[in-house]
């Protein structure tokens, strides 16, 4: 199994204004994958961040908007750029054990103004 | 397209009962299916999984069971507890991607 946390758990930001979250995993991983979880709607994947090369975006999403760093195996950081109402939700952070079971982190939710 | 719709989308029920979780899929070629609890203020966490070729699977008092063939699962929750109280959402793995596709998932409320 995997232990993940994240920071901060939650925020509230003013619409303009970018934040970025941790995720620091307790073993060393290939993959880290960031979802975003609207309200009443399903995980949806935004990225998926390997160690020493540029993050794959899905359809919808965009570096500009959605900055992913990953310096190490252990951690990786997704920014919310010039946020607006619209980015509210909760963003999870998630890697893949054994049987492709998938872990995830606390979630940070965000509320923006 | 991918999809995996579950019903109901909540469900409240008294302590000490039994309830029962439904999902429909239509992911293609499928290699997995797994139901996750989510409690409030928490990742999701992973209940059971199961593949083609098995019909049931349990966890405690969790019943997972699939019909690969309708492409339907369902999670029975026997004699259910308050700290039940969660979303419960089913995933579903293609053979053809490494991203899974998720269900909206179903809130239940478990009531002392």
């Known amino acids: 199994s995997a232990v993940i946390s994240q920071k901060p758990s939650r925020d509230i930001c003013q619409r303009g204004t970018s934040l970025t979250i941790q995720c620091q995993v307790d073993s060393q991983v290939t993959m880290m994958f960031w979802y975003r979880q609207q309200p009443g709607q399903s995980l949806t994947l935004i990225a998926t961040a390997n160690q020493g090369s540029e993050a794959t975006y899905e359809s919808g999403f965009v570096i500009d908007k959605f900055p992913i760093s990953r310096p190490n195996l252990t951690f990786s950081t997704l920014t919310v750029s010039n946020m607006s109402p619209e980015d509210s939700s909760i963003y999870l952070c998630s890697v893949r054990g054994s049987q492709e079971t998938q872990y995830f982190g606390p979630g940070t939710r965000l509320l923006v103004l | 397209k991918n999809q995996v719709e579950q019903s109901p989308q909540s469900l409240i029920i008294l302590e000490g009962k039994n309830c029962t979780l439904q999902?429909?899929?239509?992911?293609?070629?499928?290699?997995?299916l797994r139901w996750y609890k989510q409690d409030t203020g928490r990742g999701p966490v992973s209940l059971t999984i199961?593949?083609?070729?098995?019909n049931t699977k349990s966890n405690g008092r969790y019943t997972a069971t699939l019909d690969a063939d309708t492409k339907q699962s369902s999670l029975h929750i026997t004699a259910s507890q308050l700290s039940d109280s969660a979303s419960y959402i089913c995933v579903v793995k293609s053979g053809g991607s490494y991203i899974p596709t998720f269900g909206r998932g179903t809130s239940l409320i478990v009531h002392p």
């Open positions: 199961m593949t083609f070729s098995e």
């Open positions: 999902c429909n899929y239509t992911v293609s070629p499928f290699s997995n």
